[in-house]
């Protein structure tokens, strides 16, 4: 399995996690194209708010660390700062994780 | 159902889990302005509180809402009695709170453990953390407890089921949540069993297999002496520890009952003479030891005792047997007991279907209630006509006001009775006790005794003035009573009330549901007029009472 494919299969399953907290409407599908968050410049309305958001960053990250040791640090603060576009969906969200280990 | 959460920290979380959690009751949440405790506790123009709730839940850290903790916790020097005095004012707001709300859930407090605060000192008493935390959680808890609509909520054991991780700084630096989503997880939980718990009726009746569930083994090979139970084993342990579990559960008012495929007289050998054997015959109101299939069992045994079989759970090793329930009576709840029965009794403890908010006088006797009620219906074989027999036991009623000694046991009546129940209504402590201090409102509980035994508190009526006529608005009665002629003496109680109070009519207004039928059929056979589903009696007209049950009333 490539980086990418273990990147994808934790980012997935963290989604799963994360979507017992949330109601039904705003449970994220397992695809790369379902979007995150709305921001100026997005076309597309994401189901997070700034909150939900940060929940779902750290479920992330607990599920990176589960894998790749106790030191990966996702850098949230950073992330939810940015005025980029790694949380426009869950590919580009991969794509930034890929990125920094 | 509406909910309303309160909180210091960012509570958004919870209420995601408990959406999920009471999906069936199509829960609409709001959540108080963050971190603005004492202000929506206090302030009832804040617009949180425009609506009307179901629940209320608060969750508060210590050091956010009590100043001295707070200061405490820095390593100031503060005195304990300043530190319960703001126990004291916290517990005044959420009393003042609960007015505007019919359930008040409020967890108590917990601090991250894992950090050392004052180390060895910890644990010292006066001083210590713990001990600190304990005093002002043990204060909380009587000061709220005396208050009907409250129930304080153990936010320890959610922190302690989600392990080290709790605690998440991460979060709460990002969001201001201190919680890992774990902790919200297990609280809601604990809140829709609890809550549904004060609403619903809970199961009633365990009726369990002997072989590899009771004990080890299978009796008809082995023979009672070579099976694993108690000892210095492992497994013997579990089991026997399984059966105190069980046994335990007694106490409050759940009753036991057997289905065995076994041969009776050498189940009912070990039953009454293994050593080890916690449960003895005395502890099951029935049993069904033979060939037979397990769902014709239960059936019988449900209707010899009068329970639906909603009210019962099905315990059994075997897979095949399960399912066969399952199948069979959906109705029934059956666990999937573990495979290992080194974890039966935690298994069972996990389970929150017995849940209850109170334990009544009649919960502890159940078990006993149910034996008196066999040697009851084997005397009234004897007798070929009813009334014969109902004068040949010398039934006694005796009917009060609602007050505070029955207040417990008239909830629970009302709120778990579901055969002989007219209108099915449901109430909160308060709402009963707010009713109860109306002028035109009256509510009676009755207690049956008779040669065989006391039956306890075990009908409720609750009636209430509308101009010239006066109309049921309870009318429930036990099915452990049912068709002695009680159910006639609650209605010469109403019409004499109202011949009292100078009104024409008394009226009842049956409201159907699944389960009610049997009240249906009695008002139908009472000789009330009937006219659709409302019923009503001439107060004129006089209502002859059984005149051999002994009705003594208390004022």
Not at chain 2, 420 to 440: C, G, H, P, W
Not at chain 2, 482 to 499: C, D, H, P, Q, Y
């Amino acid at each position: 399995m490539s980086d990418l494919e273990k990147i994808k299969t934790i980012v997935f399953n963290a989604i799963d996690e994360f979507n017992l907290s949330q109601e039904i409407e705003n449970k994220l599908e397992k695809s790369e194209e379902e979007v995150l968050f709305s921001r100026a410049g997005f076309t597309q309305v994401g189901k997070l708010d700034s909150l939900t958001l940060v929940y779902f960053l750290v479920t992330i990250e607990e599920h990176l660390q589960k894998n790749l040791g106790d030191s990966f640090n996702l850098k949230t603060q950073d992330l939810i700062d940015s005025k980029e576009v790694e949380l426009k969906n869950i590919a580009s969200l991969i794509k930034y994780i890929q990125h920094i280990i | 159902m509406k909910a309303l959460l309160i909180s210091d920290f960012s509570i958004n979380n919870l209420s995601g889990y408990l959406k999920n959690d009471f999906i069936e009751q199509n829960l609409e949440i709001v959540i108080a302005p963050f971190n603005q405790v004492h202000q929506v506790l206090l302030d009832d123009t804040i617009e949180c509180w425009n609506d009307r709730f179901d629940l209320g839940i608060v969750w508060t850290q210590p050091e956010r809402v009590l100043k001295h903790f707070a200061a405490y916790l820095n390593g100031e020097d503060v005195n304990i009695e300043i530190l319960l005095s703001d126990v004291k004012d916290f517990s005044n707001l959420l009393k003042v709170a609960s007015n505007r709300l019919k359930t008040l859930f409020v967890a108590n407090w917990s601090i991250d453990f894992s950090l050392n605060y004052q180390g060895i000192l910890s644990a010292k008493s006066e001083f210590g953390i713990y001990d600190v935390l304990a005093k002002m959680n043990i204060l909380l808890a009587n000061e709220l407890n005396i208050i009907p609509n409250i129930y304080v909520l153990n936010s320890q054991k959610w922190i302690a089921m989600s392990g080290g991780n709790a605690y998440n700084s991460k979060l709460w630096y990002l969001s201001k949540t201190p919680f890992h989503s774990s902790v919200f997880a297990n609280a809601s939980k604990d809140i829709c069993s609890f809550f549904l718990s004060l609403n619903k009726p809970n199961k009633k009746l365990i009726v369990t297999d002997l072989d590899n569930t009771l004990w080890g083994g299978v009796v008809g090979d082995i023979g009672s002496e070579n099976l694993v139970l108690g000892g210095h084993h492992s497994v013997g342990e579990a089991y026997k520890d399984f059966q105190l579990a069980l046994k335990a559960l007694t106490k409050k008012g759940i009753v036991l009952a057997i289905t065995s495929k076994n041969e009776e007289s050498v189940a009912m050998n070990a039953i009454e003479n293994h050593s080890e054997m916690v449960l003895r015959k005395s502890d099951f109101v029935t049993w069904r030891i033979n060939w037979d299939d397990k769902a014709k069992n239960i059936f019988e045994i449900a209707q010899e005792l009068n329970l639906g079989l909603d009210s019962i759970v099905f315990l059994d090793d075997n897979p095949f047997e399960r399912e066969r329930i399952k199948h069979s009576l959906p109705e029934v709840l059956v666990p999937e007991l573990p495979t290992d029965p080194l974890l039966y009794k935690h298994f069972l403890m996990q389970l929150d279907c017995f849940d209850s908010n109170t334990i009544s006088e009649e919960d502890r006797k159940r078990t006993e209630l149910y034996s008196i009620e066999k040697q009851r219906i084997e005397h009234k074989n004897g007798f070929n006509d009813l009334e014969e027999w109902l004068k040949s036991i010398d039934i006694k009623v005796k009917c009060e006001e609602l007050n505070s000694e029955n207040l417990q046991r008239v909830l629970q009546l009302l709120n778990k009775t579901n055969q002989m129940n007219l209108l099915t209504a449901r109430y909160a402590e308060k709402e009963l006790l707010d009713r109860s201090f109306e002028e035109n409102h009256f509510t009676y509980a009755f207690s049956v005794k008779d040669n065989f035994g006391d039956a306890g508190l075990t009908g409720v009526i609750g009636l209430q003035v509308l101009e010239d006529t006066l109309t049921f608005t309870d009318f429930v009665l036990s099915c452990r009573v049912i068709g002695r002629k009680i159910e006639e003496t609650m209605l010469s109680v109403a019409i004499n009330l109202a011949r009292k109070l100078n009104l024409k009519f008394v009226e009842a207004n049956y409201i159907p549901t699944e389960k009610n039928k049997p009240c249906f059929d009695f008002f139908q056979n009472s000789k009330f007029e009937i006219q659709k589903n409302k019923f009503s009696w001439e107060v004129e007209k006089m209502y002859i009472r059984p005149y051999y049950i002994d009705l003594e009333i208390f004022d």
